[in-house]
């Protein structure tokens, strides 16, 4: 079985661990970097129809897409998501060999509900941002591509994601930065060893013929507002924190019910057991 990991950063580099030995990864990245062990390095861009076609000469059985932007802006969106879906469509459409899954990585961003509604995967993707609407593009690409008759397109929605290098909530905790308690202020939260697992439980899903949902929410199964974490965390580190007014930002709870209908069963189902192996990871090793 053979994977492509395109835009191979932190969570794709995850999934080896999640899948047996038998699965052989093969991970595309613009620039030339070390990747985790037992990932075959492939050097390229994604938006290069012409190497994409040679990429795809290697015959690959599924494909993971979990690309992020050079930068946070629209043209940085466009290029990330909407270019690169429309290549990488139309590469595997021109394949000899084609995937018999695609799993592309979206956000939760996609979605505009802004007053604190649940929100899943049947519920309309209204998000007026450049980013989410970017982002909609993409997943609208991929899932209306007419790859093959026996190709599986799914998008997957991560919600928040936290873990090793992404302690941003954590740090400022740390530095006793506080939120007011209203307005309340929802927060949809993953960890990145989640995002991971949920990527290879598809894979294994498909692998087993066992039908897929075009779209899955992936986030754990607790939202909260910031105020409740951003407190829970004070108490674990024993810092006091000051409130500081929160910005404008999406207010709603994810709902990850199709998730677990599916059989995934979470690593860390809130974000109580993920921050506490975070900060447990964080300590300095003991003399």
């Not at 994409?52 to 494909?63: A, P, Q, R």
């Not at 290029?79 to 290549?87: F, H, I, L, P």
């Not at 790859?147 to 909530?169: E, K």
């Not at 507002?225 to 404008?248: C, D, F, I």
Request: hydrophobic residues 40%; aromatic residues 8%; contains cysteine.
């Amino acid at each position: 079985m053979k994977i492509l990991l395109a835009g191979c950063g932190d969570i794709a580099q995850r999934i080896p661990p999640n899948l047996p030995e038998e699965h052989h990864f093969f991970g595309l990245k613009r620039s030339l970097t070390k990747l985790a062990h037992g990932i075959t390095p492939l050097t390229g861009d994604i938006r290069d129809d012409a190497y994409l076609d040679t990429v795809f000469e290697e015959g690959f059985d599924v494909v993971v897409a979990t690309l992020t932007p050079d930068n946070m802006s629209e043209e940085g969106y466009q290029k990330a998501y909407v270019d690169s879906s429309a290549a990488l469509a139309l590469a595997i459409s021109r394949a000899v060999y084609k995937p018999k899954l695609v799993i592309w990585v979206s956000s939760t961003s996609v979605y505009g509900q802004n007053m604190g509604a649940w929100v899943d995967e049947n519920c309309e993707a209204t998000s007026t941002s450049f980013s989410g609407q970017a982002l909609r593009r993409a997943e609208e690409t991929i899932l209306a591509a007419p790859l093959a008759a026996s190709c599986t397109s799914v998008v997957v929605r991560f919600s928040g994601i936290y873990g090793p290098g992404r302690t941003r909530m954590l740090d400022q905790v740390l530095a006793g930065v506080g939120c007011t308690k209203q307005p309340e202020q929802w927060s949809n939260r993953i960890h990145s060893e989640d995002c991971a697992a949920v990527i290879a439980h598809l894979i294994l899903l498909n692998e087993q013929d066992k039908s897929l949902l075009p779209i899955y929410v992936a986030t754990d199964c607790q939202p909260v507002t910031l105020y409740e974490v951003r407190h829970w965390l004070a108490a674990q580190l024993n810092v006091s924190l000051t409130a500081k007014p929160t910005s404008s930002r999406a207010a709603r709870r994810c709902s990850n019910q199709k998730l677990l209908d599916s059989g995934y069963k979470f690593k860390f189902p809130t974000y109580r057991e993920g921050y506490l192996a975070l900060i447990e990871e964080l300590k300095p090793p003991q003399s």
